[in-house]
């Protein structure tokens, strides 16, 4: 993806179809092509269409889980880039939105492979992101000066975690809350102590897990 244009940029935004598709993801939630074709009202032939002009112009990007493909802006430029325009709030009374379909209890806290995810986190990785602690790089997180001390501290080693043959820190998209959260070694350490200090719980015979709320697992950690 190379950097905007004004050109490409209007060319993109010039069709109602298009700039709301871009409005719909400025809940930060990654989205489906269906979807999106779904909350603006076009067809999914004519939304792939769309999307394709979108990503070719720098406005979105797509990452992939698995076979599906997520929709999400391409960075928080363009985010402000949208919401300087005065059309924006009579935009999204127009969307339909899409009810999440996962139960719950996976939505709040549940096992990914060996790391935490659903709301729990996903608020976990964004309050990290927020303190200067990780850095985004592309599908990796980069842990910063900042972050090195405070794992220490909450006990994790990050020297050791880079003995593993794993990715230190990978952003995992998370399959029902659409926005990252933290996957790799780092992210199966962070679960580890969570569970050590009891405010996580394994389930048996389930991914859900028996979390405290968000705001009180990060502040456990601080």
């Known amino acids: 993806m190379g950097p905007l244009t004004l050109v490409a940029v209007a060319d993109a935004l010039s069709e109602p179809s298009r700039a709301a598709a871009c409005v719909a993801l400025l809940d930060r939630r990654a989205k489906t092509a269906g979807e999106l074709a779904r909350i603006v009202g076009v067809t999914p032939q004519t939304m792939s269409d769309h999307l394709a002009q979108l990503v070719h112009a720098g406005l979105l990007m797509v990452e992939r889980q698995g076979r599906r493909r997520y929709f999400c802006l391409a960075s928080t430029r363009v985010a402000d ?19 999440p379909r996962a139960p719950a209890v996976l939505r709040h806290a549940r096992l990914c492979y ?18 200067g602690r990780i850095e ?7 842990v910063t000066a900042e972050g090195e001390r405070w794992l220490r501290a909450v006990a994790i080693d990050p020297d050791e975690l880079r003995k593993s043959r794993r990715t230190l820190v990978r952003c995992c998209l998370d399959w029902s809350e659409r926005q990252p959260h933290i996957g790799g070694a780092l992210g199966a350490a962070l679960l580890d102590e969570l569970v050590a200090r009891g405010a996580v719980r394994r389930k048996q015979g389930t991914r859900a897990l028996d979390a405290e709320p968000a705001a009180e697992l990060i502040a456990l950690l601080d």
């Open 136 to 142: 985004r790089r592309g599908t990796e997180y980069l």
């Open 81 to 99: 880039l949208l919401e300087s325009f005065s059309e924006i709030g009579a935009m999204r009374e127009k969307l339909r939105p899409v009810a």
């Open 114 to 131: 060996d790391h935490l995810a659903g709301q729990c986190g996903v608020a976990l990785r964004d309050a990290l992101e927020r303190a």
